[in-house]
């Protein structure tokens, strides 16, 4: 485990219900890291991790992709599916839309 792994551990074994944390930048810096690698992991996982769910549906909208407890999942795919256009030249961002 690296050193922010160590750091949240140790602050995830607290009982107390309200949890104040003296904490170094530095040491502050590995958490943040830590937390950010964590989500890295979760939304590579959902990329690759099928749902299997019977009963779900692919949703018509993205309010419903968003209602969804499946919603990483479908962010995730989401913004892979726009870095794939956009990589492909299919289409260019622009900073605001033309009149009309």
């Not at 769910?53 to 999942?73: F, G, H, V």
């Amino acid at each position: 485990m690296d050193e922010g792994g160590e750091i949240l551990s140790s602050i995830l074994q607290s009982d107390d219900e309200e949890l104040e944390v003296d904490i170094e930048v530095m040491d502050f810096l590995k958490l943040i890291q830590c937390l950010v690698d964590a989500e890295v992991a979760f939304v590579n996982a959902a990329l690759t991790d099928p749902i299997d769910d019977p009963n779900e549906k692919d949703p018509s909208t993205l309010q419903e992709a968003k209602s969804s407890i499946y919603w990483t999942y479908w962010l995730a795919a989401i913004y892979e599916e726009l870095e794939s256009l956009k990589a492909k030249g299919v289409y260019n961002e622009v900073n605001e839309l033309p009149s009309g």
